[in-house]
């Protein structure tokens, strides 16, 4: 027999159908920091207009988590794409470095109280941890793909940066917006500090929910007030419900509404006061069924009347009135302790009264407070509080209530009100509420829910608490008058010089730093606050330190900020209030936010669950670019739900990607662009089509890059790779480029075409797949850059010409016609009436529009169905017993074996002929393709 093997021209390439990431990846990676690509693609955009995404700064604290890996893949498939879409597009990495959790580390490793080390050697044990957490965490954002300037990282305990951060004080100082005041606060009792908003997250609790009594102290005012002179014995009582019974001891006063009406009841054993619309609702609760309603009257008319707190004896607290109160639950009345409560303490400014002072840093009561609760934690005496009331006969209801209660985002423990001593920045002052809603209205959000989320929080959100009672922090660097508590009145002059010193030594200069050093001579009425910065100052001030520049120009404001959801109220708050306040614009262009990652049953991810995944056992198990396709493909907008079925599903997607480019890559490896390029209008109509269809598909790939649609790209790149590629173009042409002589016209025409389409898809997954992408680019033949990361969009693609007959359109319905074929075909093999395709000959029955194109393709049609013989006739001449399509309205299809010989060479079916060159054992078109002139197609 003879060996026609040989004479066709079989796929080959040393690109692998295995991935082998784990084997690859590490090598890519070497090879890129040795030639030092990031410069590269720097220097090779030195010209273009820039695009800068400016890093929100991660914590240095910890091994990084899957929550990580989606917040630096994203940025790293933005930054590719701005670099392909022809902008210069920098990344700078950054790092959040100082703040709590680092101090607790280094506590926590050293076993050392802060106590028993001075500050400066407690300072320079922080920054150790943090720069080696910093190399840790760089380490794996690098194995991520992730391509940056990670030798110039920002660090915000960089000197330079540190004294960065205490220029930006000083000019909001010059502007009047810093104070200092004594207020309620977050405080966490672990952290021993005050929080920010932005340090608070919201988390189920179990509360003593309590309805509590306080009793009229002068029965006649009451009855006055009331109209009833001849009201009973029975005591009276103004009822107020908390779910806060520790916040009692500090209660000061009770709020009414002044506008609401207030009715006096009788009960079998009580007189009540209650709000009029909430009576019903209380004596519900209290299970009274039957009571008496004595007489109502306004709010206001009660202000000052005083009342007995419910266990401290001969502690009387008046009624203030304050609009704050609400009819949503409760009695209409609110105990006040301006120690524990915002609102509470504004109100209780207006009437003059006094914080109590008695929760110190720790969370516990002061000695002298009573017997039973002098220094008790606040969160662990409510039962004590609560038989106090009982022994009083002051408890008129316990339960328990189940709701959303603040909490330490870093401990995840309920945190308190607290009033303590903290510098705060003002946020209506200058009409500064005012610009940021402005600011945030002229910023793109993606997603679009962003700005509205935004615009709430900054209506709503309240002064900003910049101080920190810690060590490792920026200090606040201000010197104040001992007796007054009023800031240095040259206070901007020598906060420069402290960040000019801060500058050279770091943040430990301050601690050695003197009046009389910076002055010239000491003054003693002055003395210098220990207090740090808030770490969201730190990271919210990065946008000052940060500019990027090239040849066309510089760019001192971001393009982009990317974060977590959770950043609204966190980095892009802080961002925005700085930059707004200093320099009266929003510190970026557009915001991008993603959701939290999920299990695959949409739970939250908790190591005490144990459905953590780490972004590590990911990149050792699967590679960085599983990944990577895993972030891509997940819609970020929503919570990305991953788990090791979803992995095998960007797994599946990975080698649908993978193979595809490797057919065609094994199919042009003896094709030189410089000499076998066939131009468009010598091209098969077909390798047309598939040129003209992969630029519509670039053009859609591109638009979804730019929207920051990257899970579109996914499910875009897979239709085209599975439907359009693998399954139309690709299988048809496997014919003419295996058969047809290897220098032939038609087979330089699909290589042409393959060559294009390649060229195009390397550049479509170099940014999700860029280890992959990188791979290919080494394949391909006459590269252009040493690396695609340095190409831009595929230019040669050209569209189809818009032919009446064989346009777009045709070949669409062509697709939908050779899906249903198929399925047809499938049936047959699996009734045994076929073994394969190409032992089959059909019938198709089509309306008269598309018969009249079907016929023009002659006999080349039988190459789009993979049969052997096609024969195309008008629908309404179809037999009965034919097959109908579901899905087609006008096809019905009929199949049979083909009767005639198995040519070995193209595995067709053939009837010879007179004309067939006898004891050749081959068909006539192998014949042609062999030892003839080579076999013409026009159109597939």
Same mark, same amino acid.
């Given at each position: ?60 604290? /910890? ?40 101090? =607790? ?107 509590? /009594? ?38 000061? &006063? ?97 009437? $003059? ?19 039973? *609760? ?54 209506? =002052? ?42 490792? %922090? ?83 404001? &971001? ?16 961002? *925005?209030?700085? +930059? ?14 993603? /959701? ?26 699967? /590679? ?25 599903? +960007? ?34 109509? *077909? ?49 003419? =480029? ?44 006459? $590269? ?73 393709? %002659? ?82």
């Amino acid at each position: 027999m003879n060996d026609y093997k040989k004479t066709l021209n079989l796929p080959r390439t040393m690109f692998s159908m295995r991935g082998d990431l784990l084997k690859k990846e590490p090598k890519i990676l070497k090879n890129w920091y040795e030639n030092n690509l990031y410069q590269l693609i720097r220097k090779k955009n030195k010209h273009k207009k820039i695009f800068f995404l400016h890093d929100g700064p991660p914590y240095a604290n /910890g091994n990084i988590h899957i929550g990580h890996a989606v917040n630096k893949i994203l940025k790293d498939i933005i930054i590719k794409s701005k670099n392909m879409s022809g902008f210069d597009a920098p990344y700078i990495p950054s790092w959040d470095c100082h703040g709590l959790p680092i101090e =607790q580390k280094v506590e926590e490793k050293s076993k050392l109280s802060q106590k028993k080390v001075s500050t400066l050697d407690f300072q320079k044990k922080c920054r150790e941890y943090a720069q080696n957490q910093v190399e840790k965490q760089k380490k794996d954002f690098i194995r991520l793909g992730v391509i940056g300037d990670w030798e110039n990282a920002h660090l915000t305990m960089n000197f330079k940066n540190e004294a960065n951060i205490i220029r930006t004080l000083s000019k909001i100082i010059k502007k009047k917006y810093l104070y200092r005041d004594f207020k309620p606060i977050y405080w966490c009792l672990q952290c021993t500090s005050s929080l920010s908003d932005a340090e608070i997250e919201y988390s189920k609790k179990k509360s003593d929910s309590i309805i509590v /009594g306080f009793k009229s102290v002068n029965r006649e005012i009451i009855k006055r007030l009331f109209h009833c002179q001849n009201l009973n014995t029975k005591a009276i009582y103004l009822l107020v419900w908390t779910t806060t019974p520790w916040t009692l001891p500090s209660s000061k &006063a009770i709020s009414i509404h002044p506008n609401f009406e207030y009715q006096l009841i009788e009960t079998k054993n009580w007189n009540l006061i209650i709000a009029k619309e909430l009576v019903q609702n209380v004596l519900n609760i209290l299970k009274v069924k039957e009571w008496t309603e004595i007489n109502c009257i306004q709010g206001k008319l009660l202000e000052n009347i005083k009342f007995l707190h419910p266990f401290f004896e001969n502690v009387n607290v008046p009624i203030i009135l304050g609009k704050h109160v609400t009819l949503e639950s409760g009695t209409g009345a609110v105990h006040t302790a301006p120690d524990h409560g915002i609102d509470d303490y504004i109100i209780s400014q207006k009437y $003059n009264i006094k914080t109590s002072n008695l929760v110190d840093f720790k969370g516990d009561y002061i000695s002298d407070i009573h017997p039973k *609760l002098n220094g008790l934690n606040v969160l662990k005496c409510n039962s004590i509080i609560i038989e106090l009331l009982i022994k009083n006969n002051t408890l008129f209801h316990h339960a328990f209530l189940t709701h959303s209660y603040p909490h330490c985002w870093r401990h995840k423990s309920p945190v308190i009100y607290r009033a303590t001593p903290q510098w705060f920045i003002k946020i209506d =002052q200058k009409k500064l509420r005012y610009k940021l809603l402005k600011e945030t209205k002229r910023v793109r959000w993606v997603p679009e829910w962003g700005e509205s989320r935004m615009m709430e929080m900054i209506k709503k959100r309240p002064d900003w608490c910049i101080s920190r009672q810690r060590k490792w %922090g920026v200090p606040m660097s201000i010197f104040i008058h001992k007796k007054t508590g009023k800031i240095h009145p040259n206070t901007v002059f020598l906060m420069e010089q402290v960040a000019k010193k801060v500058e050279l030594k770091g943040i430990q200069a301050w601690w050695n730093i003197t009046l009389k050093e910076i002055l010239g001579q000491e003054d003693e009425s002055y003395e210098k606050i220990l207090d740090v910065l808030d770490v969201w100052f730190d990271s919210g001030n990065t946008h000052t330190s940060i500019e990027y520049e090239n040849k066309k120009n510089t760019k001192k404001n &971001a393009d982009m900020y990317l974060e977590g959801s959770d950043q609204h109220r966190g980095w892009f708050m802080s961002s *925005l209030i700085i +930059s707004t306040l200093i320099h009266e614009k929003a510190p970026y262009s557009e915001v991008l936010t993603h /959701g939290f990652v999920v299990d695959g049953n949409g739970q939250k991810m908790s190591k005490s669950i144990g459905n953590t995944i780490s972004p590590n056992d990911i990149v050792n198990t699967l /590679g960085a670019d599983i990944l990577r396709l895993w972030v891509a493909s997940s819609n970020y907008s929503n919570d990305l739900s991953i788990s090791n079925e979803i992995l095998k599903n +960007s797994s599946d997607i990975y080698r649908r990607i993978r193979n595809t480019a490797r057919f065609m890559l094994a199919n042009i490896y003896d094709f030189n662009p410089k000499e076998d390029i066939v131009l468009k209008d010598n091209m098969i109509l *077909l390798d047309q089509w598939a040129i003209g269809q992969t630029k519509i598909v670039q053009e859609e790939i591109i638009k979804y890059y730019n929207n920051y649609n990257f899970h579109a790209v996914v499910k875009r790149l897979m239709y085209f790779c599975s439907i359009e590629m693998g399954s139309f173009y690709l299988d048809i042409i496997k014919d003419r =480029q295996y058969t047809l002589k290897f220098n032939s016209q038609e087979r330089r025409s699909s290589q042409t075409a393959m060559y294009y389409i390649i060229n195009s898809l390397v550049r479509w997954i170099a940014p999700i797949l860029s280890f992959t992408a990188d791979e290919l680019w080494s394949y391909l033949p006459e $590269n252009n850059s040493q690396y695609v990361f340095m190409e831009e969009w595929f230019e040669k693609l050209f569209d189809l010409n818009q032919d009446k007959l064989f346009n777009h359109q045709f070949w669409d319905q062509i697709i939908q016609i050779k899906h249903e074929i198929n399925k047809f075909l499938e049936e047959e093999i699996k009734n045994k009436t076929i073994n394969n395709s190409l032992e089959a000959s059909i019938v198709l029955y089509v309306s008269p529009e598309l018969l009249g194109k079907l016929e023009i393709l %002659g006999q080349e049609i039988k190459f789009i169905f993979l049969t052997s013989h096609v024969t195309v006739k008008l629908y309404n001449k179809a037999p009965k017993n034919v097959k109908k399509s579901a899905n087609l309205r006008h096809l019905k299809v009929f199949i049979e074996k083909f009767n005639g010989e198995k040519c070995p060479r193209c595995w067709h079916y053939f009837t010879p002929t007179k004309n067939h060159v006898k004891n050749s054992g081959i068909c006539n078109r192998c014949i042609l393709n062999t030892i003839g002139n080579g076999e013409k197609r026009i159109f597939i």
